[in-house]
């Protein structure tokens, strides 16, 4: 990392202040195009899960974070509760491209995972596609596992989903 990237003040809060989730969504609808060439499918999934987010979350169980830099959004990461009991997702992951190689992404997901265990969730699962490589890289840091593969077509183009679980009593995790 560079020695100037590596003095940058970086913080990791709740994202819990005017404008953090609409930034969320705005942040992954332009930097996924930008990225990815991903259409508003993409933002309109992610306007989704904000939003269900913002009516009815429950904060003992469910949690948001954004990563600023010098005092700049430029990441988030949301954790929900699953379908079923004790199990959680982890949401929109996000580091901008200006703010990649901070350690960001690692953070937030550090952050989200503290917040399950401390919230009593068994497991934590995500869905992705295959091409969000550095994504990727943090989920098999944290240990979690790819336990389902198929195709996907969606937001423009034709991609592999992926489910990945992370069992939060497996002493690796």
């Not at 060439?37 to 899960?49: H, Q, Y």
């Amino acid at each position: 990392m560079p020695k100037e990237a590596s003095q940058r003040r970086t913080v990791i809060r709740r994202a819990d202040r005017p404008g953090d989730l609409g930034w969320v969504v705005m942040a992954h609808g332009e930097t996924y195009s930008r990225q990815f060439g991903f259409n508003t499918d993409f933002e309109a999934l992610v306007a989704k899960i904000v939003g269900d987010y913002a009516v009815k979350h429950s904060p003992v169980a469910e949690a948001a974070w954004v990563a600023e830099v010098e005092g700049e959004r430029a990441g988030s990461v949301f954790l929900v509760a699953g379908e079923e009991p004790d199990v959680a997702k982890l949401r929109v992951l996000l580091v901008t491209s200006a703010a990649r190689g901070l350690g960001l992404g690692t953070r937030l997901v550090e952050q989200a995972l503290a917040f399950a265990r401390e919230a009593g969730y068994r497991s934590v699962t995500l869905w992705t596609t295959d091409n969000l490589v550095s994504a990727r890289r943090i989920y098999e840091h944290f240990g979690f596992v790819l336990t389902d593969e198929r195709p996907h077509h969606g937001f423009g183009h034709h991609l592999v989903g992926q489910t990945w679980t992370l069992d939060l009593h497996d002493k690796a995790a």
